[in-house]
């Protein structure tokens, strides 16, 4: 969850935790009357501003080391005060004492100028650091001073040393180890060569021969070193220590894609059995086995008793048969199947909406759907993907030229065959854009994983919700892990409507173009995505060579700036 997001509102916790996040085709979310209502509402206000987008181990770091610094900045400003309190009660040279007390007063403003400066991740900058890191080395210098080269006192450069090497700034922190050193190396010399008396309040009145003074300069050249080497290598096993659970987090994240896709197939392998109408004519077509079953229809394989052509034939279920409305969305799904005619959409051999019993006769496809081939390869990237992305854009937009919005694209529902090309199946939920309107007394409709904001929200839908859908599955494919996780599908409609996901190439060996390309293809507003199927395939194409369009480039990055990446 972003820095400063709050948690799920009541109405996104209202869903029983053991709902399949992963629904049927035609299959509605339950009990989401409600819950589409509560999504607008809360979608009309402002979501939560995210402070930092934390996508890589160094982004943890940057966030924690952003805190560290303003609790280091308070911390100096208690010191100071209590060290500026102690000034008019020891006995101190009269001119160093005022100087100091400047210097401290000067610290505290200007630290508190960074502190305020610093809520505002982005203002956390190099030349700041500089800034504050000159004024704290000037003040650590005066301290030495003022109390002693040979006192306690260097223990607070050896504090700002470690400090400042545990940054991400490393140029500053040898900057830092080596202003030390050579301050603190030219009070001692001139101490330890006569040239001046040590100044310090705590210095020893017992004579001590140079030999002693000098090995004692050297402990605390030492101890600068050692704050230094220490610090930077606890922050490389910091960046390790998180990468590693990031790693690891991200091959459960894989793994909980491959198995939602791998339940979903196993219930549909095991509906592979005989049904109430095997060895049964439909048309000129004999039913063999039920092929799977889903929320309004069961698909038999099929024979065409005259040819022998084998086929794969679609019927609504026995127990809809008289219900009106199951009816009519069975009959929008033969019209949608025969309007867009295309080599990637399942070929139709027959149909008939108002038999007694409706059918919708299709070819027998060969060959393996695309959650199937996730679960050999969990990832698809490159050539591939293009090719994936390009068949289904083409029927996005064959579909929108038709005015017919498919609603459910997921891995499951794109097939390729044993030649290579992939088909577009099942248009059970699809409906003429025109008519898809708000949700009003039934539900959302679709797969969450892969469903728009505006689906999710209930509100009317037309192509850019399938271009988004295609978006969701590149991420898939290229990442290895759907673009949101929830333990619950309202948890999961609520991230879909209000925040980024995971940076892709904090996921995977990605060009950062891809990413942008993810950010527009995920856009929450409709009109922040692609117009059409074809721009989404030339920009995915330029994307994956690290070569995306200026002007694309702009606005993802704005999008970016908008909301943020979530952690990976």
Known sequence: MPRGAEEPPAYARTLPSNEATALLPGDEVPSVASLANALAATARSEPPAMTLALGTAVDAMRAEEIDRTRLFIRMGWVVSVLAGATVPVIDAPRAIAIVYLAGLAIGIVVSAS????????????????????????????????????????????????????????????????????????????????????????????????????????????????????????????????????????????????????????????????????????????????????????????????????????KLLRRELLGDPAHR???????????????????RVLGAAADAPLPYLAMERLHGHTLAEQLRREPRITGAALLVLCRDVASVIDLAAAAGIVHRDLKPQNLFRTDDGAWKVLDFGVAVRAADAGPVSAGGVTGTPHYMAPEQALGQRADSRADLYALGAIAYRCATGRHPFEAPDPAALLYAIVHRMPARPSALADLPADFDRFCALALAKLPERRFATGAALVAALAMALCGELADDLRERADAAVRAHGWEPA
Not at 123 to 139: D, G, I, P, W
Not at 235 to 263: F, K, N, P, Y
């Open 114 to 313: 960074y502190h305020r400066a610093f809520a505002q991740p982005h203002n956390y900058t190099e030349r700041a650091l500089v800034s504050l890191a000159v004024v704290c080395m000037a003040n650590g210098h005066l301290t030495v001073l003022l109390f002693g080269t040979y006192s306690a006192a260097p223990l607070i450069l050896l504090i700002g040393i470690h400090f400042v090497a545990r940054t991400e700034a490393e140029r500053i922190a040898r900057w830092i180890l080596a202003s030390a050193v050579i301050g603190y190396s030219a009070c001692s010399i001139a101490i330890i060569s006569g040239a001046i008396a040590d100044p310090g309040v705590f210095d020893s009145d017992r004579p001590v021969g140079r030999a002693t003074l000098a090995i004692g300069s050297g402990f605390v050249l030492a101890s600068f070193w050692f704050a230094y080497h220490i610090a930077r290598q606890l922050r490389l096993a910091s960046l390790a220590a998180i990468d590693e659970l990031q790693r690891a987090t991200r091959l459960a994240s894989q793994r909980e894609a491959v198995m939602d896709e791998l339940r979903a197939d196993l219930e549909r392998a095991l509906r592979h059995a005989p049904g109430r109408y095997s060895d049964q004519i439909v048309g000129r077509f004999r039913l063999g086995a039920v092929l799977g079953r889903g929320a309004m229809g069961e698909v038999y394989e099929a024979a065409d008793v005259a040819t022998g052509a084998p086929a794969a034939v």
């Open 328 to 346: 009519t969305r069975f009959a929008r799904e033969l019209e949608a199947s025969q309007a867009i005619v295309s080599p990637h959409v399942v």
